[in-house]
């Protein structure tokens, strides 16, 4: 009888520790919905004195979220499979890139990462991927979802991945979001900093446009104050990020979402950034995530490669950790020719190319 009453106590304590949890993790959420940085402060740790000059670092990790696997049972099973301490590659993709993504998950097979997951937008993909032991998942019908996946282009399937993402997010999963049109040449795994709720990939070129630089906006009219300073950076792409889940990740892939369903013609990089980006302002509450740029020669874009790297010799010999296609239309014959002067060589493989578009 003891024993039995011991178990049942025992059970009991369980399921109350399971409720403080929980009203806890309401509570904080709570506090995070209010504008009131020090009330948030105070739910996310004691208070602190200001230290000697120059001692003084504030916190740029958010906390990440209690992870809800009731979200989907589903998702949450293939996860625990494939996710490597809790964080995985994830792309989308349909059969209109079937080409792209063959190049694409052999590259990311060569260099021995297990972590990664396609979300196949079709039964098409969905086979493919098995027969070449490629992890996959299939989501759940969605008629809001399943039209655009089976027929759109680039465009309208990048629109998607904000949405599908949230699930990985909720269910405490970081991801590394990536467009098909890329060649992995080293695991990005290792080269992640992890200290941002964002960590991306820039369509920047050099350290100025990659890092942000003072520009200066000349207006003789004015005068004596003719010359306005104006800090600049290019966009971060939305076809490779590095996401966390937090509370600030899973609000900005909803504001994102958001605009995107009731702005059919936007563009889902530009929507990215200005959410990322845009301060507080009269009628505007911004976004409070941060954020970090990856070194643009590892996580390398296709204007770099074939404007800058190509060309310089000790440039040249580096080895990027990816290199993605985005610059380019003609996407295809460059990965080729990528995969062969990387993976298998060939120093002309690059040489026939423009350095733009024809």
Same mark, same amino acid.
């Given at each position: 009888?003891?024993?039995?009453?011991?178990?049942?106590?025992? !059970?009991?304590?369980?399921?109350?520790?399971?409720?403080?949890?929980?009203?806890?993790?309401?509570?904080?959420?709570?506090?995070?919905?209010?504008?009131?940085?020090?009330?948030?402060?105070?739910?996310?740790?004691?208070?602190?004195?200001?230290?000697?000059?120059?001692?003084?670092?504030?916190?740029?990790?958010?906390?990440?979220?209690?992870?809800?696997?009731?979200?989907?049972?589903?998702?949450?099973?293939?996860?625990?499979?494939?996710?490597?301490?809790?964080?995985?590659?994830?792309?989308?993709?349909?059969?209109?890139?079937?080409?792209?993504?063959?190049?694409?998950?052999? *590259?990311?097979?060569?260099?021995?990462?297990? %972590?990664?997951?396609?979300?196949?937008?079709?039964?098409?993909?969905?086979? /493919?991927?098995? *027969?070449?032991?490629?992890?996959?998942?299939?989501?759940?019908?969605?008629?809001? #979802?399943?039209? #655009?996946?089976?027929?759109?282009?680039?465009?309208?399937?990048?629109?998607?991945?904000?949405?599908?993402?949230? !699930?990985?997010?909720?269910?405490?999963?970081?991801?590394?979001?990536?467009?098909?049109?890329?060649?992995?040449?080293? %695991?990005? /795994?290792?080269?992640?900093?992890?200290?941002?709720?964002? !960590?991306?990939?820039?369509?920047?070129?050099?350290?100025?446009?990659?890092?942000?630089?003072?520009?200066? /906006?000349?207006?003789?009219?004015?005068?004596?104050?003719?010359?306005?300073?104006?800090?600049? #950076?290019?966009?971060?792409?939305?076809?490779? $990020?590095?996401?966390?889940?937090?509370?600030?990740?899973?609000?900005?892939?909803?504001?994102?979402?958001?605009?995107?369903?009731?702005?059919? %013609?936007?563009?889902?990089?530009?929507?990215?950034?200005?959410?990322? $980006? /845009?301060?507080?302002?009269?009628?505007?509450?911004?976004?409070?995530?941060?954020?970090?740029?990856?070194?643009?020669?590892?996580?390398?874009?296709?204007?770099?490669? $074939?404007?800058?790297?190509?060309?310089?010799?000790?440039?040249?010999?580096?080895?990027?950790?990816?290199?993605?296609?985005?610059?380019?239309?003609?996407?295809?014959?460059?990965?080729?020719?990528?995969?062969?002067?990387?993976?298998?060589?060939?120093?002309?493989?690059?040489?026939?190319?423009?350095?733009?578009? !024809?």
């Amino acid at each position: 009888m003891l024993k039995s009453e011991l178990v049942s106590v025992s !059970e009991k304590n369980v399921e109350l520790k399971k409720q403080v949890r929980e009203l806890t993790e309401k509570l904080r959420l709570a506090e995070q919905g209010k504008d009131q940085a020090q009330k948030q402060f105070l739910v996310l740790g004691e208070q602190h004195k200001a230290g000697p000059f120059g001692t003084v670092k504030g916190l740029r990790t958010n906390p990440t979220v209690v992870p809800g696997n009731s979200v989907n049972p589903r998702l949450a099973k293939m996860l625990e499979k494939v996710a490597v301490r809790k964080e995985l590659i994830v792309a989308l993709a349909n059969s209109n890139v079937k080409g792209m993504l063959e190049l694409w998950f052999t *590259s990311i097979k060569k260099v021995g990462i297990p %972590n990664y997951l396609v979300v196949a937008l079709d039964d098409e993909i969905e086979n /493919f991927c098995n *027969s070449n032991v490629v992890p996959v998942y299939k989501r759940d019908p969605d008629e809001g #979802i399943d039209s #655009i996946a089976r027929t759109g282009g680039n465009h309208a399937v990048s629109g998607l991945k904000f949405r599908i993402l949230r !699930e990985f997010l909720q269910l405490g999963y970081s991801v590394l979001l990536s467009d098909v049109d890329i060649i992995y040449l080293q %695991n990005p /795994f290792d080269h992640l900093y992890r200290d941002s709720d964002v !960590e991306s990939m820039t369509d920047g070129h050099n350290n100025m446009t990659a890092y942000g630089y003072n520009d200066v /906006f000349d207006e003789p009219a004015m005068g004596w104050a003719r010359y306005a300073h104006t800090m600049r #950076i290019w966009v971060y792409n939305s076809g490779f $990020f590095y996401i966390r889940p937090t509370i600030p990740s899973i609000e900005l892939l909803d504001r994102v979402a958001d605009r995107l369903s009731r702005q059919p %013609n936007a563009w889902d990089q530009a929507v990215f950034n200005e959410e990322l $980006f /845009f301060p507080s302002h009269p009628g505007y509450d911004g976004l409070h995530a941060s954020r970090r740029t990856m070194d643009f020669y590892l996580f390398m874009n296709s204007k770099v490669l $074939f404007k800058t790297v190509r060309k310089d010799a000790k440039l040249s010999k580096l080895k990027p950790v990816i290199i993605h296609v985005n610059y380019h239309p003609d996407k295809f014959p460059r990965m080729k020719a990528i995969v062969d002067y990387y993976v298998n060589g060939n120093q002309d493989a690059l040489k026939s190319f423009p350095d733009g578009s !024809e």
